[in-house]
């Protein structure tokens, strides 16, 4: 009776309708990651937005500061080879996804993947800006829950696609940065990582 009367338990209906019961601290947490992913997108496009297009825009030009003119005296890194390394590695993901009973759909992968692209940025600027690391983790099981539901290694896979590749992403941008700062050359930095 006393539960009863005062259980701050959420009641969510299952797709089997049976109810799911969670605590009053799991589902602020899942509610405030959701708020806070929504709010990253906001955030971005609001203040970043035109810094982001210029950047864009400028992508072929160097935008002039010190440590850019510092690293002009070692050759760049060409496009066509973080292109092979991205083929190569969708290449591979498409071939674990398809060849093994993984219950992840081809599209899924996709889908998964393009999460990890759009989100990289916003979630780098506020990052970069107040070094809290936003998580894609409860999202991505959000979504896959509803695209595959009742498959577990699915889910774990499109985890690993879509917010570990985003969480691997941020090192490698990290160790790019560093380089860059550091002035160490740009091909044996990208050999390397």
């Known amino acids: 009776m006393f539960y009863q009367r005062f259980s701050f338990c959420c009641r969510l209906q299952t797709p089997r309708r049976t109810l799911l019961f969670l605590s009053t601290t799991f589902a602020i947490t899942y509610g405030l990651s959701f708020a806070a992913i929504a709010a990253v997108i906001f955030h971005t496009v609001l203040f970043h937005g035109e810094e982001i297009w210029i950047h864009a825009r400028a992508v072929r030009d160097d935008l002039e500061d010190n440590h850019t003119k510092m690293m002009r005296k070692y050759a760049r890194v060409p496009w066509w080879w973080y292109g ?22 081809w599209w899924a992968l996709i889908i ?7 989100w990289t940025i916003p979630i780098e600027i506020i990052y ?5 690391p936003l998580s894609l983790n409860v999202f991505t099981e959000y979504i896959i829950g ?4 009742g498959r577990p290694v699915a889910m774990m896979l499109f985890k690993t696609y879509g917010y570990i590749t ?24 990208f050999l390397l990582r």
């Open 84 to 105: 092979l390394l991205f083929l190569g590695l969708i290449g591979m993901s498409f071939a674990t996804v398809c060849a093994w009973p993984t219950h992840l759909s």
């Open 128 to 132: 970069a800006t107040i070094n809290i």
């Open 166 to 189: 985003m969480n691997q992403a941020h090192a490698f941008l990290s160790d790019l940065q560093l380089g860059h700062y550091l002035k160490i050359p740009k091909r044996p930095m």
């Open 146 to 149: 509803y695209m595959q539901p």
């Open 112 to 118: 998964g993947l393009l999460i990890a692209i759009f």
